[in-house]
């Protein structure tokens, strides 16, 4: 069993930043390909980024690329998201999540078994 928690989140101005941070629990931390969703009420959750087990590779929503990084410190067991330029259209509550089965980073939240409980962004105008 993995526990993720989200924090970070919080209000900010259009072009500001944000840095949302992930712990997990468990001692396999860096066997797990990591991702980060959004979900806005009414709509699907969105993939936003995901990463590879040893953090060399990164893969990005095209709505944030140039704008998000993601990255891990597996010493820690913690993933972020670093949020700059922020638009009011990526306001969301923005979850976490492990994918133990998986070798490489996947975009599909199918594909992920383990979830945090979600960390709100609002982005205001």
């Known amino acids: 069993q993995v526990q993720l928690v989200e924090s970070g989140g919080g209000l900010v101005q259009a072009g500001g930043s944000v840095r949302l941070s992930c712990a997990a629990s468990?001692?396999?931390?860096?066997?797990?390909?990591m991702g980060w969703f959004r979900q806005v009420p009414g709509k699907e959750r969105e993939f936003v980024a995901t990463?590879?087990?040893?953090?060399?590779?990164?893969y990005y929503a095209d709505s944030v690329k140039g704008r998000f990084t993601i990255s891990r410190d597996n010493a820690k067991n913690t993933v972020y998201l670093q949020m700059n330029s922020l638009k009011p259209e990526d306001t969301a509550v923005y979850y976490c999540?492990?994918?133990?089965?998986?070798?490489?980073?996947?975009?599909?939240?199918?594909?992920?078994?383990?979830w945090g409980q979600g960390t709100q962004v609002t982005v205001s105008s």
């Open positions: 999540a492990a994918a133990p089965r998986l070798s490489a980073s996947s975009r599909y939240f199918s594909e992920y078994d383990y």
């Open positions: 468990g001692r396999t931390f860096s066997s797990y390909v």
């Open positions: 990463i590879n087990r040893g953090g060399s590779s990164t």
